[in-house]
């Protein structure tokens, strides 16, 4: 971090040499070439005096020339100007490009930190609980319900991190080799399913799913859009915060789209950062959410799977709070 501070301290001092660097050589040659034309005017002038043919400096000022003199000396600024104005927008556009790349290199790095602290978290805390619990059966005699209590707690703890290495290996694919297997999907059977398995994960949670007709499909990978619902689903629940989160999924037709709407009343996401969630890594950056448990996998992950089905997504807010994810997906693939 400090060699960082010193590069970019480095960097500033350099930059703002080179501007000072380029008022002051722009300076020098705009004076330069005035002493040379008012050099050149003295001489022709004198030599035009010797040779009488010029009585007066008006005369001067009026002859060819004088006037082949100024138009030279004229088109010489212009060319000066020119050149130094050019320069000066190369150098800010060099100067934003260097930037513009530094923040991105420190948003990388920085996000890439908060990765590695999650994913060490992520693993190790399920890791340490299965743990426990083996060590617990292993050395202790317990009774049916306490054995019932263990194991269910180790299943949790193993689909949390089978989700997580899915999660892993998901994001690491739809960045180079993801293709949707396009089939026909029932999203009017798949989203009550999906729901129904996310009610059986959160008993506490009220789901409500809504739909404007029977029987809305859609083509595309049956995979892909089922990882997308249960990432917005899931994501609905962790960031509300209630006891009892109400999650309201909507599904509809919008001309020759499928509009799929999931609106909770969580903690919201602030107006500046609603562009930045579907980001690799990126995490809303304020404390309710960083005690939450998370990669900042899930909506880049939901991102590039939307795109691979030439669909959109965006967040809004929910009233009086919450969000709102609206998906956007074609019927038919183009």
Do not use: C
Not at 179 to 204: A, C, N, V, W
Not at 246 to 265: C, H, M, P, W, Y
């Amino acid at each position: 971090m400090q060699n960082n501070v010193r590069l970019r301290l480095f960097s500033n001092i350099v930059i703002v040499y080179m501007l000072l660097a380029l008022a002051w050589w722009s300076f020098l040659l705009f004076t330069k070439n005035r002493d040379a034309f008012i050099s050149k005017v003295e001489l022709q002038k004198l030599v035009m005096i010797a040779n009488n043919e010029i009585q007066t400096d008006e005369a001067f000022l009026a002859s060819p020339i004088y006037q082949n003199l100024l138009k030279k000396y004229q088109r010489q600024e212009w060319m000066i100007l020119g050149e130094a104005l050019v320069f000066a927008i190369i150098l800010v556009i060099g100067i934003w490009f260097i930037n513009r790349g530094y923040n991105q290199q420190v948003n990388t790095a920085q996000l890439s930190r908060n990765f590695l602290l999650s994913i060490t978290h992520e693993l190790k805390s399920p890791i340490a609980s299965i743990q426990l619990v083996l060590e617990t059966l292993k050395k202790r005699q317990l009774n049916e319900a306490q054995i019932k209590k263990l194991s269910h707690n180790a299943l949790q703890d193993t689909n949390r991190l089978n989700t997580l290495v899915n999660d892993l290996l998901l994001a690491a694919k739809v960045e180079t080799a993801y293709r949707p297997h396009i089939e026909t999907i029932s999203l009017s059977t798949l989203l009550p399913e999906l729901i129904s398995k996310l009610q059986h994960r959160h008993p506490t949670a009220n789901f409500d799913f809504r739909q404007s007709k029977e029987d809305i499909s859609m083509a595309g990978d049956l995979t892909g859009i089922t990882s997308v619902v249960m990432n917005l689903l899931e994501n609905a629940v962790k960031y509300s915060h209630q006891t009892k989160p109400a999650i309201v999924t909507s599904l509809r037709e919008v001309g020759e789209k499928v509009s799929i709407q999931f609106a909770d009343n969580g903690i919201g996401i602030p107006d500046k950062e609603k562009n930045k969630v579907f980001e690799r890594f990126y995490r809303v950056g304020n404390e309710d959410t960083r005690q939450t448990k998370g990669t900042g996998l899930g909506l880049y992950i939901v991102d590039q799977i939307i795109k691979a089905h030439q669909g959109s997504i965006t967040v809004s807010d929910n009233r009086p709070q919450g969000s709102i994810f609206t998906i956007n997906l074609p019927k038919e693939q183009g």
